[in-house]
Every structure is written in structure tokens, then in C-alpha cells.
């Protein structure tokens, strides 16, 4: 997959306002400061286009990124540890987990970990529920620069044990910082889009 033009579309705070195109969707989640937003500008080769936030839990409706008018790619709120009130977590649960379930145009979802700790409760949980739903995923661990390559190596088995992963169900080591991992996950992203439209 390659990608020559992105741009932002909407925040959405609830269904009705979820593009209506009937683009394919990819969508990206994770756990709060994992580095969604870094992984995002990295594939798309563009700084600022996903806000990159030092605080977690700061994306708070869903982004939608229109890639070359073929596809679009969905920034979901982050989960796990943001620092907000109870009512908000669960709104932004029920979001998730509606668009999760009932979006027609989802393809696939990436999901990340921090490469550099065993995947949390949150972790295993969302995964777990990808695979109930049926829904294709890629496990990305991110922040691999950090980590040196023996270190990298025994992290990637304990995430693949951890969240059981089944065959077909690719790990990906990514660094935004040296773009490691980035012609990887776009060409593992090319495949599910070759899928939807075949």
C-alpha cells in the first residue's frame, strides 16, 4: 500500500456524524499514550496530521483520516488509564464498542502495544473481543527503537503469548522514530483493502 495524499475529515462524537461514503475503514487502537497518533503520521509520512499528546487519553471522539479517496483510517479513543471522569470513560466506551460492532465499512483494526511491557488486562481484553466479533486484526508493538534487539525478541513472544495470538494474526515491531516496521504494516494493510475490494 502506497499512500500519496491524507487528509483529516471529521471528529466524531456518535454515529450520526460517521462519514457516509462507503470508503473501507481501518481502524487504529490502543491503550492511552500507547502512540497511535505517532504510528498514524509515521504510515502517512506527515507530522502533525494525528495530534501526537504527552497526556493520555486525548483523543476523545473518532478521527477519520481520508487516504488517496480509497480507504480511511480510523483513530479510536485510547483506553486504559486517562485520567477522566467516570461518565466520559463510559461514553467513550460504548462509542468504541459501537463502532466496533456495527460499522459495515471496518476492514480490520491495528491494534498496539507497548513493546516494552506485557500487554495489560485492557490489552487482552480488546483483543479478545476483536477475535469474538470476527474482525481481521495486526498487533503493532510500538516504541521498538527503546529496546535493544535481544530485549525486542523476547518481548514480541511474551505479547504473542499473552494475547494468544492465532495464526494469520501478524506482529509487527514499529519505531516512528526510524520508521522501522512502516513498509510492513502498509503492506499487511495493502492486503486487507486488496480483500474488500476483490
Not at 487516504?67 to 479513543?77: S, T, Y
Request: glycine share 8%; hydrophobic share 40%; net charge positive.
Amino acid at each position: 500500500m502506497k499512500i500519496n495524499r491524507a487528509e483529516f475529515v471529521i471528529s466524531a462524537a456518535s454515529p450520526r456524524q460517521f462519514p457516509r461514503e462507503g470508503l473501507p475503514e481501518i481502524a487504529f487502537v490502543g491503550r492511552s499514550n500507547v502512540g497511535k497518533s505517532s504510528l498514524l503520521n509515521n504510515l502517512i509520512r506527515r507530522k502533525n496530521l494525528a495530534k501526537v499528546s504527552q497526556t493520555p487519553g486525548k483523543t476523545r471522539l473518532i478521527n477519520f483520516y481520508r487516504i488517496d479517496n480509497r480507504c480511511f483510517f480510523v483513530d479510536l479513543p485510547g483506553y486504559g488509564f486517562a485520567r477522566v471522569p467516570r461518565a466520559v470513560k463510559e461514553h467513550w466506551s460504548r462509542l468504541l464498542e459501537n463502532y466496533l460492532r456495527d460499522r459495515q465499512e471496518l476492514i480490520g483494526v491495528v491494534q498496539l502495544v507497548d513493546l516494552r511491557h506485557p500487554p495489560t488486562a485492557d490489552d487482552r481484553q480488546m483483543f479478545a473481543w476483536l477475535q469474538s466479533y470476527g474482525i481481521p486484526a495486526l498487533v503493532v508493538g510500538t516504541k521498538a527503537d527503546k529496546l535493544s534487539r535481544g530485549r525486542r525478541l523476547q518481548q514480541e513472544k511474551q505479547i504473542a503469548e499473552v494475547l494468544a495470538l492465532p495464526p494469520g494474526v501478524h506482529l509487527v515491531s514499529h519505531s516512528a522514530k526510524t520508521g522501522e516496521g512502516r513498509e510492513e504494516v502498509l503492506r499487511l494493510l495493502g492486503e486487507w483493502l486488496e480483500k474488500s475490494s476483490s
